[in-house]
């Protein structure tokens, strides 16, 4: 018999006295960042209970195994309640894949290395923006790896959503009805660019003329025929108090069209679920959302890895579950020993439907793990259920540059009031020659503009 030294209730109570004491760093048996500054794992920081979901479990789950509504109660903890809800009520399985434990596989190679080599020089000026000793926009990596508040944690996804200096993802979502019936299929690409924090792309850290801007960030869509040429750009100012800029290139009337700043909670195309507020769980400026607070800490189940489909060629993936089979991506998650909980509220959007959101983020890469909002009357709404993980499968490896590239691999984003569901993943390529593509400079001039918009959407 193997005797666990310490059991979950030790690893419990250590977590329910830092959340009542407003401890913020991370790790049970040490501290995280000195066990990571070791060799790269965190495994030093957390007893094996943390580490193992047959030990977290006493055996009832096992890595290779299943989670589907007969035995979800053994994780109910590990869970955000819409996922709960989805396996318990509506037919939604999880994989369990052994936990990660070398950080440089959770996240982009060179944003890891930065954040590490950039430790210690971040602070906040007196607007509360991100910047160095110096007081110059921040130069790469997460300003606050070891985050002392949860507006520090809050900062540093907002800063840089998907951890590359740009992106390009080809897109593929289907919108479906309660029933499981598909409402609408859009095949779409979203470019996102970072003029500042540059860890890749030259010139770096600095896009020079540029620095006073956080992000460019557009998406388009090819398909289906009334859809195509539609497109959207949103820029956003470094100042984390000014809401970004949003136009639209609309071709019916062949002219670029300018947003209200504070559309934030509406549906770019009909029948989505994914609102530009959801982005990375961060898709509005820091200050536009107040009162964050850590509300909870602890282990978590969460899609880090195993998730590419490098055997179809573009990438797709298997559903399952819901009333036709279609309604849940297939995927793998891992127990991940130790996610705290942040809380906000909608502070300068005074007629938005949600009334707060939490964000699970893993306290290991401070990445986003998974979000709930609630309406204004404080009841469980919408959920972002995102999966990660390195494109790379035995021989097979889709590369950022000198390693494999990471990324987001799809998307749930689920609306618990009404049961529909947009599914969104990454794919290789969509018509029109457009290819999922990372730190590539021209992206600016393909997918960033005002002459680009309107370029697309007359092709």
Same mark, same amino acid.
């Given at each position: 018999?193997?005797?666990?030294?310490?059991?979950?209730?030790?690893?419990?109570?250590?977590?329910?006295?830092?959340?009542?004491?407003?401890?913020?760093?991370?790790?049970?048996?040490?501290?995280? *960042?000195?066990?990571?500054?070791?060799?790269?794992?965190?495994?030093?920081?957390?007893?094996?209970?943390?580490?193992?979901? +047959?030990?977290?479990?006493?055996?009832?789950?096992?890595?290779?195994?299943?989670?589907?509504?007969?035995?979800?109660?053994?994780?109910?903890?590990?869970?955000?309640?819409?996922?709960?809800?989805?396996?318990?009520?509506?037919?939604?399985?999880?994989?369990?894949?052994?936990?990660?434990?070398?950080?440089?596989? @959770?996240?982009?190679?060179?944003?890891?290395?930065?954040?590490?080599?950039?430790?210690?020089?971040?602070?906040?000026?007196?607007?509360?923006?991100?910047?160095?000793?110096?007081?110059?926009?921040?130069?790469?990596?997460?300003?606050?790896?070891?985050?002392?508040?949860?507006?520090?944690?809050?900062?540093?996804?907002?800063?840089?959503?998907?951890?590359?200096?740009?992106?390009?993802?080809?897109?593929?979502?289907?919108?479906?009805?309660?029933?499981?019936?598909? %409402?609408?299929?859009?095949?779409? !690409?979203?470019?996102?660019?970072?003029?500042?924090?540059?860890?890749?792309?030259?010139?770096?850290?600095?896009?020079?003329?540029? +620095?006073?801007? @956080?992000?460019?960030?557009?998406?388009?869509?090819?398909?289906?025929?009334?859809?195509?040429?539609?497109?959207?750009?949103?820029?956003?100012?470094?100042?984390?108090?000014?809401?970004?800029?949003?136009?639209?290139?609309?071709?019916?009337?062949?002219?670029?069209?300018?947003?209200?700043? #504070?559309?934030?909670?509406?549906? @770019?195309?009909?029948?989505?679920?994914?609102?530009?507020?959801?982005?990375?769980?961060?898709?509005?400026?820091?200050?536009?959302?107040?009162?964050?607070?850590?509300?909870?800490?602890?282990?978590?189940?969460?899609?880090?890895?195993?998730? *590419? #489909?490098? %055997?179809?060629? #573009? *990438?797709?993936?298997?559903?399952?579950?819901?009333?036709?089979?279609?309604?849940?991506?297939?995927?793998?998650? +891992?127990?991940?020993?130790?996610?705290?909980?942040?809380?906000?509220?909608?502070?300068?959007?005074?007629?938005?439907?949600?009334?707060?959101?939490?964000?699970?983020?893993?306290?290991?890469?401070?990445?986003?793990?998974?979000?709930?909002?609630?309406?204004?009357?404080?009841?469980?709404?919408?959920?972002?259920?995102?999966?990660?993980?390195?494109?790379? #499968? !035995?021989?097979?490896?889709?590369?950022?540059?000198?390693?494999?590239?990471?990324?987001?691999?799809?998307?749930?984003?689920?609306? @618990?009031?009404?049961?529909?569901?947009?599914?969104?993943?990454?794919?290789? +390529?969509?018509?029109?020659?457009?290819?999922?593509?990372?730190?590539?400079?021209?992206?600016?001039?393909?997918?960033?503009?005002?002459?680009?918009?309107?370029?697309?959407?007359?092709?």
């Amino acid at each position: 018999m193997n005797l666990v030294r310490y059991p979950r209730q030790y690893s419990r109570r250590v977590f329910l006295d830092k959340l009542a004491r407003g401890v913020v760093g991370a790790g049970v048996l040490m501290p995280l *960042w000195d066990a990571m500054a070791q060799n790269g794992d965190a495994s030093k920081a957390y007893p094996d209970e943390l580490l193992s979901i +047959e030990n977290y479990t006493h055996g009832a789950i096992s890595t290779g195994g299943e989670i589907n509504a007969s035995n979800v109660e053994h994780v109910k903890d590990l869970l955000e309640p819409i996922k709960y809800t989805q396996i318990a009520k509506l037919g939604r399985k999880l994989r369990v894949v052994k936990t990660t434990t070398d950080i440089m596989k @959770l996240g982009p190679w060179e944003y890891l290395e930065a954040t590490v080599r950039n430790a210690g020089q971040a602070q906040f000026d007196d607007k509360g923006n991100i910047v160095t000793r110096e007081g110059k926009p921040w130069i790469g990596g997460n300003p606050f790896p070891n985050p002392k508040s949860a507006l520090e944690m809050f900062a540093g996804l907002t800063l840089s959503w998907g951890r590359h200096d740009s992106s390009f993802y080809a897109v593929k979502e289907t919108d479906l009805l309660e029933d499981g019936d598909p %409402a609408f299929e859009y095949q779409a !690409g979203w470019a996102e660019m970072s003029p500042v924090a540059r860890v890749s792309m030259d010139p770096k850290p600095y896009w020079p003329g540029h +620095e006073d801007k @956080l992000r460019y960030q557009s998406i388009f869509f090819v398909s289906p025929q009334n859809a195509k040429g539609t497109s959207f750009l949103n820029i956003w100012s470094y100042d984390q108090h000014q809401i970004p800029y949003l136009c639209g290139y609309l071709p019916e009337f062949r002219r670029i069209r300018t947003y209200p700043a #504070n559309q934030r909670f509406e549906s @770019l195309m009909p029948g989505s679920n994914l609102f530009l507020s959801d982005a990375w769980a961060a898709g509005d400026p820091l200050y536009t959302w107040g009162n964050y607070r850590i509300v909870g800490r602890g282990p978590f189940l969460a899609a880090l890895s195993n998730g *590419w #489909n490098s %055997a179809h060629p #573009n *990438w797709e993936h298997g559903t399952h579950g819901g009333p036709q089979g279609k309604t849940f991506w297939d995927t793998n998650v +891992e127990l991940v020993p130790e996610a705290v909980v942040v809380e906000a509220e909608p502070i300068m959007f005074p007629r938005a439907p949600v009334s707060k959101k939490r964000v699970w983020f893993d306290a290991r890469t401070l990445l986003p793990i998974g979000m709930v909002s609630y309406d204004r009357r404080g009841e469980p709404y919408r959920s972002f259920d995102g999966s990660y993980g390195l494109y790379e #499968n !035995g021989d097979k490896r889709f590369l950022d540059g000198a390693h494999p590239y990471w990324s987001w691999v799809h998307v749930h984003a689920f609306d @618990l009031q009404t049961s529909r569901m947009t599914r969104i993943e990454q794919v290789r +390529e969509i018509p029109g020659g457009h290819r999922t593509s990372v730190n590539d400079a021209g992206i600016y001039d393909k997918y960033l503009t005002n002459a680009a918009l309107i370029r697309l959407g007359n092709a």
